[in-house]
């Protein structure tokens, strides 16, 4: 007599499989050995310092700059949903849009990272942005050309699970 099949686990993450709408920027990230935890999973910080490299990348690409001076914003906040754990040598594909609604001198940035062999998201990031004028040392209205193209860009956070 056969045993009977057993089903498969449930997935790690309740979330979607890997996400089939691409977002405005996009890199790939190798996890190198000295970005493991002692349970040899990506540490959690490292996850932070993604988020930076997209939130640059997109954001110097949108004022048509490669330098970091030209960066007019501070961070308000940031966030991170852990969703499966992430091996040594894995490469994630990291994404950032900004998210619906903008504020008048503040957006949102929400980013997701995919597990390319797995197919999965593994984790989901979000910061909020304050447009920043570094001399005055205060906020300032988001400028018109940057507003518009993160307008076009911009995608649903609920959508997101933010």
């Given amino acids: 007599m ?3 099949s ?11 499989p890997h996400p089939t709408l691409p977002w405005p920027h996009s890199r790939r990230f ?5 970005e493991l935890d002692v349970l040899n999973h990506l540490n959690h910080a490292v996850y932070f310092r993604f988020m930076e490299t997209l939130r640059c990348e997109y954001y110097l690409g949108l004022r048509r700059s490669i330098d970091p ?15 499966a754990p992430v091996t040594y040598a894995a490469e994630l594909v990291g994404e ?5 609604p ?4 503040s957006f ?30 205060s906020k300032k209205p988001i400028p ?9 860009d911009a995608v649903n956070a609920q959508d997101e699970g933010w």
Wanted: hydrophobic share 35%.
């Fill in 30 to 34: 190798r996890i190198q050995y000295a």
């Fill in 69 to 83: 001076h030209d960066l007019d914003i501070i961070i308000a906040e940031a966030r991170c949903r852990y969703l």
């Fill in 2 to 4: 056969t045993p009977p």
């Fill in 96 to 100: 950032v849009a900004p998210a619906h």
């Fill in 108 to 137: 949102s940035l929400v980013y997701r990272f995919s597990n390319e062999r797995e197919r999965v998201v593994t984790a989901r990031g979000h910061t909020a942005i304050v447009a920043y004028d570094y001399l005055k040392g």
């Fill in 6 to 16: 057993t089903p498969p686990p449930p997935p790690l993450s309740s979330t979607p």
């Fill in 144 to 152: 018109e050309l940057v507003r518009a193209a993160l307008d076009r």
């Fill in 102 to 105: 903008l504020g008048r001198t």
